[in-house]
């Protein structure tokens, strides 16, 4: 395709947020280019939720049919491409792919996601986001009344039990040998019948992702249904910190309500700005980054 020599906008990302960005922004007649390589992050995931007129629709259902609904608006351009530096000038700034392509605009949206830094637990990756998940709001009523195992080795595991109680009343807390709660909420969990297994687990025994159990390093083995987990993660991308762009204390891009980062003429919404991992508010996020990217953009040529 023929670049333009200079865009109004460059997204880099083009699922739920990115997508939703260049529509707010298509609708409103600006030279925009998304900028993706097609490996969203919840690629493995079989099902949405919790996003209503799509609960339960495929994720890459929602992505393909969106990026139908974007390519109608003929001021939205695609490259398919891994964008690896950027760099701010005058004016501008400067997107470099890894094909060597150096691509200019105006602004920049960065909807680039996380990635998540899985455990080297035989079967953990197999199972995340079929029935190892992050989240009882996207998946925990597929898994209500199923014997629940939560694996997350700090103060979260105890937020979790509390939401998840409310859909199982069979818990159990897997702490890997790592005890971390204070009297008080050792009393709770006794009180609402949630277990606690110290024991540091070996592997999860599964069926095409589907957990079957749980094996500990002393050979033991329990059956679960699904487990819960929260795992580390870095930026997908690491050109908004090449750019100055500042990050919080969980490493997410610090924005304003605004979905400004700290660099003018820098955006950034979805996954790599937030904890609240929903393909519905990577939509909301990417919506609002639209509209205030194109007011600013009216704002500077009126």
Known sequence: MELKPLYDVIIIGGSYAGLSAAMALGRSLKN???????????????????????DGEKPKVIAER?????????????????????????????????????????????????KDLLPEIKGFTACWGISVIHCPYCHGYEFKGKKTAIMIDNEKAFHIA????????????????????????????????????????????HHL?????????????????????????????????????????????KTDSFQMTNIEGVFACGDNTSPMRSVANAVAAGNLTGAMVNYILTEENF
């Open 66 to 114: 969106a990026r139908e609904q974007v390519a109608q608006y003929k001021s939205i351009e695609f490259l398919n491409a891994k964008a690896i530096k950027g760099k701010k000038l005058e004016g501008k700034f400067e997107i470099q792919t890894e094909e060597g392509d150096k691509i200019f605009a105006k602004k920049l949206i960065f909807a680039t996601g996380i």
């Open 209 to 253: 992702g589907n957990i079957n159990a749980v094996t500990f390093t002393d050979g033991s083995q329990v059956p679960f249904d699904a487990i819960y987990a929260s795992v580390p993660f870095i930026q997908h991308s690491q050109i908004p910190q090449e750019l100055g762009c500042e990050l919080n204390e969980q490493g997410y891009i």
């Open 32 to 54: 925009t280019l998304i900028i993706d390589n097609g490996i969203p992050c919840n690629r493995q995931t079989p099902h949405s939720h919790n996003f209503i007129t799509q």
């Open 162 to 205: 509390q939401l998840v109680n409310n859909l199982t009343d069979n818990i159990t807390i897997l702490t890997s040998g790592k005890t971390y709660f204070s009297d008080v909420q050792l009393q709770k969990l006794k009180d609402h019948h949630i277990d606690i297994i110290d024991k540091e687990v070996l592997e999860i025994v």
